[in-house]
T-cell receptor, first 111, second 115 residues
Framework: QKEVEQNSGPLSVPEGAIASLNCTYS??????FFWYRQYSGKSPELIMS????GDKEDGRFTAQLNKASQYVSLLIRDSQPSDSATYLC???????????FGTGTQLKVEL | ETGVTQSPTHLIKTRGQQVTLRCSSQ?????VSWYQQALGQGPQFIFQ???????GRGNFPPRFSGLQFPNYSSELNVNALELDDSALYLC??????????????FGEGSRLTVL
């Protein structure tokens, strides 16, 4: 079982729709959770962090965390073509000082 | 722009050679980590340096080694290159107060091709 699992996609949504990206993780002691956006040919860029159960909203982005189910999600409201990118879920486990990434979900926002 | 700079941006090596990649962290950031990202995959943690000491390592063999300097810049060295080492190598820094978080600032990476 992979430590962090994501559907690789591509996930296609029309402009203006809500994009829903999902991630599961295997290590129950994981402490903090992140979503990074990576445009093609570029490096990852942090867009959301979440540390406790529930929802966290920042502009058009909402991160959701359910530690009991070991599940993290990212909602993007009013999706724009500029949101087309690969979204990487990342989980931090303090014991190893390492951030573990999933393989990423490719999002395509179509006009 | 994250303020993290890496060099070189692209390089080509042959199998068996050695390579050194360099990273300058963002001002005020004393923790640097390195990641390997193969095509179509997420970044894989190689190691982390804090105050010039390695304080975390992923599942990479000893031929992957690193250094951090007093000015917090860093190097990644890979010996005896193999074809599978071809990847984008990412350096990421974070401030001291972010020591135990995954809020990283990535450089643009060094793309290594091993022939």
């Amino acid at each position: 079982q992979k430590e962090v699992e994501q559907n690789s996609g591509p996930l296609s949504v029309p402009e203006g729709a809500i994009a829903s990206l999902n991630c599961t993780y295997s290590d129950r002691v994981s402490q903090s959770f992140f979503w990074y956006r990576q445009y093609s040919g570029k490096s990852p860029e942090l867009i959301m962090s979440i540390y406790s159960n529930g929802d966290k909203e920042d502009g058009r982005f909402t991160a959701q965390l359910n530690k009991a189910s070991q599940y993290v999600s990212l909602l993007i409201r009013d999706s724009q073509p500029s949101d087309s990118a690969t979204y990487l879920c990342a989980v931090f486990t303090g014991g190893g000082n390492k951030l573990t990434f999933g393989t990423g979900t490719q999002l395509k926002v179509e006009l | 722009e994250t303020g993290v700079t890496q060099s070189p941006t692209h390089l080509i090596k042959t199998r068996g050679q050695q390579v050194t990649l360099r990273c300058s962290s963002q001002s005020g950031h004393n923790t640097v980590s390195w990641y390997q990202q193969a095509l179509g995959q997420g970044p894989q943690f190689i190691f982390q340096y804090y105050r010039e000491e390695e304080n975390g390592r992923g599942n990479f063999p000893p031929r992957f080694s690193g250094l951090q300097f007093p000015n917090y810049s860093s190097e990644l060295n890979v010996n005896a290159l193999e074809l599978d080492d071809s990847a984008l190598y990412l350096c990421a820094s974070r401030p001291s107060h972010g020591l135990n978080t995954g809020e990283l600032f990535f450089g643009e990476g060094s793309r290594l091709t091993v022939l």
